[in-house]
């Protein structure tokens, strides 16, 4: 077991210093899982890329009891939690009472959406990941990974123990049924 997976492990049983270590050994990931977000997604210029990491870094250590067995199962819920505070700012910016209702936040996937969905609402998005969850759990957590965590088939595959190509093609059933649900 390498030492990333046996200090997530003791992360698990919040151990704070071996989830500092686990943050730190991810930290280059996850800044680039943030940029990925940020970049298209409106909130560029209004939040930093370092921010959002160390928020997600506050999410993770006030959560509850969690596994990671490895690198990739880490990353994948820092994604969520990244999705989370992602969604939380759009919330915030569009709130009347603070005129964020005049922003139109948009978010750049790199997920191949097509070009007519590169302008995609977050808030619409994380609704339809919800509705998804609603029909498969399993999709709407690869959707997260791939969406919010920016993470490859390759990487999903090896996080949830199976082929590329199971990835590829629930990631493509994934990709028909937002389509649908955005369409709605």
């Known amino acids: 077991m390498s030492e990333i997976a046996q200090a997530l492990q003791r992360a698990a049983h919040q151990d704070q210093e071996a989830l500092d270590h686990a943050f730190?050994?991810?930290?280059?990931?996850?800044?680039?899982i943030a940029h990925a977000r940020l970049r298209?997604?409106?909130?560029?210029?209004?939040v930093q890329t370092t921010a959002l990491v160390h928020e997600s870094y506050l999410k993770l250590a006030?959560?509850?009891?969690?596994?990671?067995?490895?690198?990739?199962?880490?990353?994948?819920y820092a994604s969520r939690a990244l999705r989370s505070i992602v969604i939380d700012i759009v919330r915030e910016r569009r709130a009347k009472r603070r005129g964020g209702d005049l922003d139109i936040v948009t978010l750049d996937t790199a997920a191949d959406f097509g070009a007519d969905d590169s302008a995609l609402d977050v808030e619409r998005v994380n609704a339809a990941i919800q509705d998804l969850a609603k029909l498969d759990e399993g999709?709407?957590?690869?959707?997260?990974m791939r969406f919010f965590g920016g993470?490859?088939?390759?990487?999903?595959a090896q996080a949830l123990g199976t082929s590329v190509s199971t990835v590829h093609?629930?990631?493509?059933?994934?990709?028909?049924l937002l389509h649908t649900l955005l369409a709605g």
């Open 24 to 32: 730190a050994e991810s930290y280059p990931d996850l800044k680039r």
């Open 169 to 176: 093609r629930e990631w493509t059933k994934a990709r028909a």
């Open 40 to 46: 298209g997604s409106g909130l560029e210029g209004h």
């Open 62 to 76: 006030g959560g509850r009891e969690r596994e990671f067995p490895d690198r990739l199962h880490f990353l994948s």
């Open 139 to 144: 999709l709407a957590h690869l959707v997260e």
């Open 151 to 156: 993470l490859t088939e390759e990487e999903i």
